[in-house]
């Protein structure tokens, strides 16, 4: 286990997704359904491509369950991307990580799992700080805050959906799912809303897959290195990089209960990744 490799891994990954939540951003002008699209076929190229290169079946063995993740995962991208035009990046970023608390619950229903309390004591001061972002930070769009929610709710289906696959399909055949659901739809649903990019946008477009594509492979590097209780809690630095980004790229603006309520969502979060790691080791 090369701890330091691992960590060097998930800042490279967190960075790319933080680049990919900025570059979105950015793109504010070009329709979300358009941004999809582009941020799919890109990653698309580098799936398909190593797909065939080594030569691995695309079809897969689970295709219920591959369609199911792709359609969740594809409309939870879909609001996200939506969350962003209301919402401060950092902000939507890290509403969106309350996905385990969903997760949770989906797992408690569709895999009979169970949930220990202290674990629902740590989603609750998770919960609490969604609640102090809106309570209390006037910034706090409510459509935006609707959006990211619903994005959150199916990306903790899709961590089910994955769990419940496990290791019977190659992590690639389960992304190249993903990403060409996502590019058929974002295409389809972008004929009658397209606008065409004007100059360094077509660069931006052309960018959000490659932040995307790089960001899951660091990543999936990172879990291969290295115990998930040392990799995980690492996966925040995507809230610092991408608000660090929303303050200096976008005039962006956090108060005191901005960094009070993303707190509380990251440490619950955390502190529920240092539990399940202290269960599964005892």
């Not at 594809?74 to 970023?93: D, E, H, N, P």
């Not at 930070?137 to 769990?163: C, E, F, K, R």
Request: proline residues 2%; glycine residues 8%; charged residues 10%.
């Amino acid at each position: 286990m090369n701890v330091k490799k691992a960590i060097k891994y998930m800042l490279i990954s967190t960075l790319a997704f933080a680049c990919m939540n900025s570059t979105v951003k950015y793109l504010k002008d070009v329709p979300t359904f358009e941004i999809v699209f582009f941020r799919s076929l890109g990653s698309l190229f580098f799936t398909f491509g190593f797909l065939l290169k080594n030569k691995i079946p695309m079809i897969g063995k689970n295709n219920k369950l591959l369609i199911l993740r792709a359609l969740a995962g594809t409309t939870s991208m879909i609001l996200f991307f939506m969350s962003v035009k209301y919402l401060s990046i950092g902000t939507a970023v890290s509403i969106r990580y309350i996905a385990p608390i969903f997760s949770a619950i989906f797992a408690v229903f569709l895999l009979k799992e169970k949930i220990k309390p202290l674990q629902w004591f740590f989603f609750i001061i998770s919960l609490v700080g969604v609640f102090v972002l809106k309570g209390f930070d006037h910034q706090i769009n409510t459509t935006g805050l609707i959006l990211v929610l619903l994005a959150s709710v199916l990306s903790g289906l899709v961590y089910v959906i994955i769990n419940k696959i496990g290791k019977s399909e190659h992590p690639i055949v389960i992304v190249n799912y993903f990403m060409l659901f996502a590019t058929v739809l974002g295409g389809v649903l972008s004929i009658n809303n397209w606008a065409t990019p004007k100059g360094i946008e077509w660069l931006f477009l052309l960018l959000l897959g490659v932040f995307g594509y790089v960001g899951q492979v660091y990543m999936t590097k990172a879990f291969q290195t290295a115990s998930t209780n040392i990799v995980a809690p690492i996966k925040y630095f995507e809230v610092i990089y991408t608000a660090t980004f929303g303050v200096f790229l976008f005039g962006e603006i956090y108060t005191f209960y901005s960094f009070l309520g993303i707190a509380l969502i990251i440490g619950g979060l955390i502190l529920n990744i240092w539990y399940k790691s202290k269960l599964k080791n005892s």
